[in-house]
C-alpha cells in the first residue's frame, strides 16, 4: 500500500472534520509556540543573570596572599618541636604583592591547552583628588584586549570607547559614581594620588557602570603600563592573573593543580559563586516542565478528536476493510491523520513561537547593573525548536495510536449488519 | 472456463451463543453463474454473505474460494483476498463523501497495487463508461443520486476485477426504475463479462429473473 494513497484516503477524512482538526492543529500550534517563546526567555533570562556572574569572574584566579606564615621561628626550635606553642598577635612579614616570576607565569598558562585565555590584573588603591578633599579609590590596571576577549568589558562602558584606555597615555575609566561627585567629563583630566602621596594626572576617557553603586563609586580603570607607573613597578609586575577555561567546570581540579605548581594563591569561580548555578537549573527544569506537560495536553486534544472522527466513520471503515484494507492499513491510515495534524502544528508553532520571541526581544527592559541590555533577553536557540517539533510529533503520534489502533479493530460485519 | 467451481461451501455451521443461525449449509457456484440467495427475514442469509466473503470467521465447516480453503488464514491474508477476489455491494453505497466518483471507484484498486495510477484511473473510468456514468467521474460522492451511488459502488466492487460479485439487498434502497436498472447492470455483467454474481434479496421477483436461486429458511438450504 503506497503511501501517497495512504495519505490521500487521511486526507479525505481528515477534510470532513476540518474545523475539529483545525483546532486541534491549533493547539498544538499553540503549545509548541508557549514552549519556545516561555524556554527562549527563561534561558534568555538565565543566561543573562549567569553572564552578571560568569562575565565578569575569571574562571580561576591566581594572586599573592597576604598572609602568615604557618611555620613560626619557635617551631623550629629544637627543644620546643614537640610542643603546642601559642603565639599571639602575630603579623606578616612584609612581602611583594606581586606575582614572582609572572612573565614564565603567563607564558606557561598561555600554552595550556585547557585555557581559553588569561588577563593579568593589578590591583591598587588610590585618592581621586577633589579640590582639597580626597576620595578613597580603587585602581584596577588591565590587558584592555584580554579584559575585553574574556570578560566582556566593553558592555560596561557606558560612555566613551575602552579601547582609548589603550591607545591614550595616561587615561582612566571612571567609575560612573565616583565621575559623577567629581563632575568628571569624559576628555577632562583629573588628579589621583597614589599609595606614595604622589599625584598624577589622568584624562578620563570613558565610564564604568557595574551596576552595584558602591563599586561605582570606587572603582576604575587604567591600563596596565598606567598601573605600574602608579606604583613605581617595572614592566612586568602584575597582582593578579586571572584565567578563562574552555570548560568551566575544570576550575577546580585546576586551581589545586596551579596553586601547587607555582606557589602562588588560586580561586575558582565555584568557590567564589556556589550559588549561582542552582538558581539557573531550577528555573530550567520549571519552564520544561511547564512545556512539556502543554504539549501533553495538546495531545489528548488530539485523541479526543480522533476517536470522535473514528466513531463517525465507522462506515467508511467497515466498507475499507471490506474491499480487502486490512487492519494495519486503517492503522496507519488514522496515524497519518495524527501525524498530519501534529506536523502541521508544529510547524506553525515553531513559527509563532519565533515571532513571540521576536515580540518579547522588543520590550524595554532597562537595568542599572547592564548598560547594554535595552530590551528582555531572549536566546534565539535552535535546540528549543527541535525539542519542541520532535516532542510534538511523538506526543500526537501516541495520541493518534490508541484511536488507530481501536479503528484497526473495528469488525466490518458489525457496522454493516448494524444498518 | 464454464463449470469451474469459484467458491465452494462445506457443511458451514454458525451459532450466536445458543442460537444455531446456520446448520449445514452446502453449495457451490462455478463461474460465470448469477445465483441469488432468498429467504425470509432471519433465516441466516446475511449472516451466511458475511461467512462467504470472508469478513465472518467464527464459524465451524470449511469455505473454499478459487479452490483454496479460507480456514485458518491471517485477517491479513483475508484482506488480501478480498481485495483480489471478491467486489462488494451492499444496501447502503458506503461512498466516502469527501472524494470524488472516480477516486471511490479507485479506492480498493489502491490496495492492490496492481497498476499505476494512471493505468488504474482508466480501468476506473472505463467501468463508469460500461455503467454509463463517466459523466460523474469528477463530481463529490455526496452530490450523486441514491441510484447513481449504486453505480458507482458496483464499479468499485468491480475495480480489481474480481472472481465474484457479492451484493447484501443491492436494490433495498432503491425504487422500482433504478432495481430494474442494477438488475440489467448485473445481468450485463453476467453474460456478456461471464462475471460470478452471488446476490442477497428478499425481493422475490428480483431473484426470479436470476439464473439460480437458492433459497434457505431456519439456517438451512432448502432449494
Known amino acids: 500500500m503506497k503511501v501517497k494513497h495512504i495519505t490521500e484516503i487521511a486526507q479525505a477524512l481528515l477534510i470532513s472534520r476540518w474545523r475539529q482538526t483545525l483546532v486541534a492543529a491549533i493547539g498544538v500550534a499553540f503549545s509548541i509556540s508557549l514552549f519556545i517563546a516561555l524556554l527562549g526567555f527563561m534561558e534568555g533570562l538565565n543566561r543573562l543573570l549567569d553572564g552578571l556572574v560568569l562575565n565578569r569572574t575569571p574562571h580561576i584566579r591566581l594572586y599573592n596572599d597576604v598572609q602568615i606564615s604557618p611555620i613560626q621561628p619557635i617551631d623550629m626550635e629544637e627543644s620546643y618541636m614537640d610542643y603546642?606553642?601559642?603565639?599571639?598577635?602575630?603579623?606578616?612579614?612584609?612581602?611583594?604583592?606581586?606575582?614572582?616570576?609572572?612573565?614564565?607565569?603567563?607564558?606557561?598558562?598561555?600554552?595550556?591547552?585547557?585555557?581559553?585565555?588569561?588577563?593579568?590584573?593589578?590591583?591598587?588603591?588610590?585618592?581621586?583628588?577633589?579640590?582639597?578633599?580626597?576620595?578613597?579609590?580603587?585602581?584596577?590596571?588591565?590587558?584592555?584586549?584580554?579584559?575585553?576577549?574574556?570578560?566582556?568589558?566593553?558592555?560596561?562602558?557606558?560612555?566613551?570607547?575602552?579601547?582609548?584606555?589603550?591607545?591614550?597615555?595616561?587615561?582612566?575609566?571612571?567609575?560612573?559614581?565616583?565621575?559623577?561627585?567629581?563632575?568628571?567629563?569624559?576628555?577632562?583630566?583629573?588628579?589621583?594620588?597614589?599609595?606614595?602621596?604622589?599625584?598624577?594626572?589622568?584624562?578620563?576617557?570613558?565610564?564604568?557602570?557595574?551596576?552595584?553603586?558602591?563599586?561605582?563609586?570606587?572603582?576604575?580603570?587604567?591600563?596596565?603600563?598606567?598601573?605600574?607607573?602608579?606604583?613605581?613597578?617595572?614592566?612586568?609586575?602584575?597582582?593578579?592573573?586571572?584565567?578563562?577555561?574552555?570548560?568551566?567546570?575544570?576550575?577546580?581540579?585546576?586551581?589545586?593543580?596551579?596553586?601547587?605548581?607555582?606557589?602562588?594563591?588560586?580561586?575558582?569561580?565555584?568557590?567564589?559563586?556556589?550559588?549561582?548555578?542552582?538558581?539557573?537549573?531550577?528555573?530550567?527544569?520549571?519552564?520544561?516542565?511547564?512545556?512539556?506537560?502543554?504539549?501533553?495536553?495538546?495531545?489528548?486534544?488530539?485523541?479526543?478528536?480522533?476517536?470522535?472522527?473514528?466513531?463517525?466513520?465507522?462506515?467508511?471503515?467497515?466498507?475499507?476493510?471490506?474491499?480487502?484494507?486490512?487492519?494495519?492499513?486503517?492503522?496507519?491510515?488514522?496515524?497519518?491523520?495524527?501525524?498530519?495534524?501534529?506536523?502541521?502544528?508544529?510547524?506553525?508553532?515553531?513559527?509563532?513561537?519565533?515571532?513571540?520571541?521576536?515580540?518579547?526581544?522588543?520590550?524595554?527592559?532597562?537595568?542599572?547593573?547592564?548598560?547594554?541590555?535595552?530590551?528582555?533577553?531572549?536566546?534565539?536557540?535552535?535546540?528549543?525548536?527541535?525539542?519542541?517539533?520532535?516532542?510534538?510529533?511523538?506526543?500526537?503520534?501516541?495520541?493518534?495510536?490508541?484511536?488507530?489502533?481501536?479503528?484497526?479493530?473495528?469488525?466490518?460485519?458489525?457496522?454493516?449488519?448494524?444498518? | 472456463m464454464e463449470g469451474e467451481k469459484v467458491l465452494e461451501a462445506k457443511s458451514i455451521y454458525k451459532s450466536f451463543g445458543t442460537v444455531d443461525v446456520l446448520k449445514d449449509v452446502s453449495f457451490s457456484i462455478n463461474k460465470g453463474e448469477f445465483v441469488s440467495v432468498i429467504g425470509k427475514s432471519g433465516c441466516g442469509k446475511s449472516t451466511l454473505l458475511y461467512i462467504l466473503s470472508t469478513m465472518d470467521t467464527d464459524y465451524r465447516g470449511d469455505l473454499l474460494i478459487d479452490n483454496e480453503s479460507m480456514n485458518g488464514k491471517k485477517e491479513k491474508e483475508l484482506a488480501l483476498i478480498r481485495n483480489h477476489k471478491i467486489g462488494f455491494v451492499f444496501q447502503f453505497h458506503y461512498l466516502l463523501n469527501e472524494l470524488t466518483t472516480l477516486k471511490n471507484v479507485m479506492i480498493p484498486g489502491f490496495k492492490a497495487a496492481k497498476f499505476s495510477d494512471v493505468e488504474l484511473e482508466e480501468n476506473a473510468m472505463k467501468l463508469l463508461k460500461t455503467l454509463g456514468i463517466e459523466k460523474l467521474a469528477h463530481r463529490m460522492a455526496h452530490q450523486l443520486s441514491g441510484g447513481e451511488k449504486q453505480r458507482v459502488a458496483i464499479a468499485r466492487a468491480m475495480i480489481n476485477d474480481p472472481l465474484i460479485l457479492m451484493c447484501d439487498e443491492p436494490t433495498g434502497n432503491l425504487d422500482n426504475k433504478n432495481t430494474d436498472m442494477v438488475f440489467e447492470i448485473f445481468n450485463e455483467l453476467a453474460t456478456t463479462f461471464n462475471k460470478t454474481l452471488l446476490v442477497v434479496t428478499h425481493d422475490l421477483s428480483f431473484a426470479n429473473k436470476t439464473k439460480r436461486i437458492i433459497e434457505m429458511n431456519d439456517g438451512r438450504v432448502v432449494k
Open chain 1, 84 to 419: 603546642h606553642n601559642f603565639v599571639s598577635s602575630l603579623k606578616p612579614s612584609n612581602t611583594r604583592k606581586g606575582i614572582l616570576n609572572a612573565d614564565q607565569i603567563t607564558k606557561n598558562l598561555i600554552n595550556d591547552k585547557r585555557v581559553l585565555g588569561i588577563a593579568p590584573k593589578i590591583t591598587t588603591q588610590v585618592f581621586y583628588n577633589l579640590g582639597s578633599v580626597n576620595l578613597n579609590g580603587v585602581l584596577s590596571g588591565v590587558d584592555v584586549d584580554q579584559e575585553a576577549r574574556l570578560f566582556h568589558f566593553q558592555d560596561y562602558i557606558i560612555d566613551g570607547n575602552y579601547y582609548d584606555l589603550k591607545n591614550t597615555p595616561n587615561s582612566i575609566i571612571l567609575g560612573k559614581g565616583a565621575a559623577d561627585k567629581m563632575l568628571a567629563k569624559v576628555g577632562d583630566i583629573i588628579n589621583i594620588t597614589n599609595i606614595g602621596g604622589e599625584i598624577f594626572s589622568l584624562k578620563v576617557v570613558g565610564y564604568f557602570q557595574s551596576g552595584i553603586a558602591e563599586i561605582d563609586k570606587i572603582q576604575s580603570f587604567v591600563s596596565l603600563a598606567t598601573s605600574r607607573k602608579l606604583l613605581n613597578e617595572s614592566g612586568s609586575y602584575m597582582s593578579d592573573i586571572q584565567i578563562k577555561l574552555h570548560n568551566l567546570n575544570d576550575a577546580p581540579a585546576l586551581a589545586k593543580e596551579y596553586e601547587e605548581l607555582f606557589e602562588l594563591n588560586a580561586e575558582d569561580i565555584q568557590t567564589a559563586n556556589a550559588q549561582f548555578e542552582t538558581g539557573s537549573s531550577v528555573r530550567s527544569i520549571i519552564s520544561y516542565a511547564v512545556g512539556i506537560t502543554l504539549l501533553i495536553v495538546s495531545g489528548f486534544g488530539i485523541y479526543n478528536i480522533l476517536n470522535m472522527l473514528i466513531y463517525e466513520k465507522m462506515d467508511t471503515i467497515a466498507i475499507l476493510k471490506a474491499t480487502g484494507f486490512a487492519g494495519i492499513d486503517v492503522k496507519k491510515i488514522f496515524i497519518s491523520i495524527a501525524l498530519t495534524i501534529g506536523i502541521s502544528g508544529a510547524l506553525a508553532g515553531a513559527l509563532f513561537g519565533f515571532v513571540f520571541c521576536l515580540l518579547i526581544d522588543m520590550i524595554p527592559f532597562v537595568t542599572a547593573s547592564l548598560p547594554t541590555v535595552t530590551t528582555y533577553p531572549i536566546d534565539y536557540n535552535i535546540l528549543y525548536y527541535i525539542i519542541a517539533i520532535v516532542f510534538a510529533v511523538v506526543t500526537t503520534f501516541f495520541a493518534g495510536w490508541f484511536p488507530a489502533v481501536k479503528a484497526s479493530r473495528v469488525d466490518p460485519v458489525v457496522i454493516i449488519r448494524g444498518k
